[in-house]
């Protein structure tokens, strides 16, 4: 059975940091994309970040370049979204999520989700 297990979240004032982390276990992740997505009240779910397991290739959202860094854990079979420079504009939930190619960073494109942890960035 797959899991992703997010972990991480919790209140920081704005230009705060907090590192996030998805433990993932069930199969195989090396041939995979990892993703992390975050949605906020009334409004729809947006990527955010991804990186393939197998040559740690990155995509990124524009409104998050330059301050969020995604990396992975071999190893720990894990992967990390370090988020610094934190804005009011970054409260959201956020969810990990794995699919099994190289996309866009759209949601239809990952297969596996996990249950999200809460970010909130206060002003």
């Known amino acids: 059975q797959v899991q992703l297990v997010e972990s991480g979240g919790g209140l920081v004032q704005a230009g705060g940091s907090l590192r996030l982390s998805c433990a993932a276990s069930?199969?195989?992740?090396?041939?995979?994309?990892?993703?992390?997505?975050?949605?906020?009240?009334?409004?729809?779910?947006?990527?955010?970040?991804?990186?393939?397991?197998?040559?740690s290739r990155t995509l990124y959202a524009d409104s998050v370049k330059g301050r969020f860094t995604i990396s992975r854990d071999n190893a720990k079979n894990t992967v990390y979204l370090q988020m610094n420079s934190l804005k009011p504009e970054d409260t959201a939930v956020y969810y990990c999520a794995a699919a099994p190619h190289w996309g866009i960073g759209e949601s239809y494109e990952y297969d596996y989700w996990g249950q999200g942890t809460q970010v909130t960035v206060s002003s």
């Open 26 to 55: 069930g199969r195989t992740f090396t041939s995979y994309t990892m993703g992390w997505f975050r949605q906020a009240p009334g409004k729809e779910r947006e990527f955010v970040a991804a990186i393939r397991w197998s040559n």
